[in-house]
Every structure is written in C-alpha cells, then in structure tokens.
C-alpha cells in the first residue's frame, strides 16, 4: 500500500488556468505539508498542516491554496498558473509527537509543467 | 534561519568501494535529522532518521552518524552497488516543525 499518494503525477497546462493536486496519507499522522523541488533540485517548505489546521506558511504567492478536509488529504490549488510554477510538488506527512516531528514520508511527486 | 549543506555535489565511484557523505548544518537546536534517496524522476525514499539524543544509526550497509554539537551528519555507505546510483539529501527538523533540506549529493557506482 502507498503510504503517501498524490495526483496527478504529471500536469502540463498553460499560463493563466487554475489546477489542483490532490494528496492523501495511510499512515495516521497528523501533520501533512507541500514542498517544491525546483530546476535545481532544491526542495522548499511551503505549506504544513496540523490536524487540518495550518502551522507553517512561508512566503507563497497567494495564488496558492492549500485545503486540508481532514488529515489524511492536503490538496493543493494554484490560481492564474505563471511560467514560474513550473517544478515537481511533493506532498509529505509525519506524526507531531511532545512538539517533535517523526519521521517524514514524501509521496512521489507531481511535476507540473505550464506553457 | 537553519541552512543545511551538503558536500560533495556529486561523487563518482567504482563499485565495491565504500563512501562517505557529508551533511552540515548552521544551527545545532535540532530534534532530528533524515537522510533521504531521490531517484530520478521519483520521489524520496525515507533511509535514516537520528534523533538528536542519537550518535549513529545503522541499516544495512548505510550507517549514518551525527554529531549535533559541530552540526554535521556523514552517511557512509559500504561497498557500493550501481543500484545506490542516486542522488542524496540530508533534511533537519527543529522547533520549526519542517523540514530544511541541503541541495543534495548526486551519487554514481559505476560498474
């Protein structure tokens, strides 16, 4: 079984839609997060989760919203997509135990690419 | 603000040799640390975690170690195989309850 999933692997779409990408975690943790790999390989928080609510927001375009319905799911919607959004998005998750994360799994990454 | 880095960039070996990997970090106030594999194209395979009371740890042939005091991590790797051909990442967790990861060691065996 998949313990973290995401979808779609692979979204090409041109500048100016609107497209989501939907996470979900097996494993019963509570703290989901988003991360971007850019041209580089570089992989930046952008948003975390806690049992649906949001902990950690750094500096993100608003055009980017994520939506947790529970804590198994963190989806991510991107409004008016730019050339710039164009990067792999991975979805994680671990367990907040006594203020600590655990040990964190990634699912395998959806890589967006806008025309 | 945590800066991870990690040395070598990329590193190129025969097979059957043992390597090492190094991973820095600024600030030593950390709970644990991760390393990680990325395949190309794929996602991140989760391969150690040490918690920050921990020295080592140790699956299979990859031992990884810490000491947080100089902020610095090694993964060593035994007798290496084409198929641990990948690229690296070494990941923090602190009081910011995320994730800094350094840019990564791109890995090739050759056969």
């Known amino acids: ?115 | 603000k945590q800066e991870v880095t990690q040395i070598p960039a990329a590193l190129s070996v025969p097979e059957g040799e043992n390597l090492v990997l190094n991973c820095s970090f600024t600030d030593s106030a950390i709970y644990n640390l991760q390393w990680f594999r990325q395949d190309p194209g794929k996602g991140l395979t989760s391969l150690l975690l040490i918690q920050s009371s921990q020295r080592e740890q140790t699956s299979g042939r990859l031992n990884a170690s810490l000491d947080k005091s100089s902020g610095r991590s090694t993964l060593y790797i035994a007798a290496s195989q084409p198929g641990d051909s990948a690229t690296y990442l070494c990941a923090v967790s602190g009081s910011a309850r995320q994730l800094t990861f350094g840019s990564g060691t791109q890995l090739t065996v050759l056969p």
């Open chain 1, 1 to 115: 079984d998949t313990a973290v999933s995401q979808t779609p692997k692979y979204l090409v779409t041109q500048m100016g839609n609107d497209k989501s990408i939907k996470c979900e975690q097996n494993l019963g943790h509570d703290t989901m997060y988003w991360y971007k790999q850019d041209s580089k390989k570089f992989l930046k928080i952008m948003f975390s989760y806690n049992n649906k609510e949001l902990i950690i927001n750094e500096t993100v375009p608003n055009r980017f919203s994520p939506k947790s319905p529970d804590k198994a799911h963190l989806n991510l919607h991107i409004n008016s997509l730019e050339l710039g959004d164009s990067a792999v998005y991975f979805c994680a998750s671990s367990q907040l135990t006594g203020g600590r994360n655990t040990e964190a799994f990634f699912g395998q990454g959806t890589r967006l690419t806008v025309v």
